[in-house]
């Protein structure tokens, strides 16, 4: 379907100018009460995460200036640290960065339940460990019954295709693991990064580590254990 043509802004009596393409877009650092946050495609739950918004905008000129208004609030999402920054770092990739949907023009989408993708993974790597067992335990007692040239052969192969196949399924738990991982500390290190703008103390400082652990002892003289 072709793009309609350019249209000018609607003005009221007010000044106030309005156009169906204008909007304001904004993200927030938001923390979580309880628990924390459970987001789509996110194996932990978060304390703090990140919230964007999309609003209809309005523009007024007054006073040599353009003022620009958000109005009707079109969608909110939000997203893990994670999440965030690979979101403003990588583009032209897949179909996009996951994010979760919280509403839509103000009508709320149902909560995500915290579901870790990585128990899936772990039960298939056991699935996949008792399948290959009970191939060759078949295989075996195949053999036994007929102790063919041809059941030989399905017997050993049965016994090479098995490592394969766990490997398989291990490579892709130990990778699921690792991106749990990095993910956590994507966030971690954003906490870090954010407490440390709050304090006014650089992050990678072993006081400031020490003050973030701690900031009611971090200031305290004579405390200059490394």
């Known amino acids: 379907m072709p793009r309609p043509d350019p249209v000018p802004p609607e003005r009221d009596a007010k000044g106030r100018e309005t156009h169906p393409a204008w909007g304001l877009i904004g993200a927030s650092r938001v923390s979580a009460g309880g628990r924390g946050a459970t987001l789509f495609d996110s194996d932990i739950r978060h304390q703090h995460y990140v919230v964007v918004r999309l609003r209809r905008a309005s523009r007024k ?24 920054a690979s979101f403003v770092s990588t583009m032209n990739v897949g179909d996009g960065v996951p994010c ?10 149902p909560g995500v339940e915290y579901e870790p993708r ?15 067992i009970e191939e060759i335990q ?51 290190e954003a906490m870090v990064v954010s407490k440390a703008e709050q304090l006014g103390i650089e992050p990678g400082d072993v006081a400031a580590t020490r003050l973030l652990e701690n900031p009611e002892r971090g200031g305290e003289e004579g405390d200059d254990r490394a």
């Open 138 to 188: 078949t295989a075996f007692a195949t053999y036994n019954e007929h102790r063919t040239a041809a059941n030989r052969r399905s017997l050993e192969a049965t016994i090479r295709n098995a490592a394969p196949n766990m490997n398989y399924a291990a490579k892709t738990l130990s990778e699921h693991a690792e991106n749990v991982v990095q993910r956590a500390r994507a966030d971690i």
């Open 61 to 84: 000129r007054d006073l040599g200036h353009d003022w620009k208004s958000g109005e009707k609030e079109l969608i909110e999402v939000s997203m893990s640290e994670a999440q965030w």
């Open 100 to 109: 979760t949907i919280d509403w839509i023009e103000r009508e709320w989408m």
């Open 118 to 132: 990585l128990a899936e993974s772990m039960e298939e790597v056991s699935n996949a460990a008792e399948k290959a």
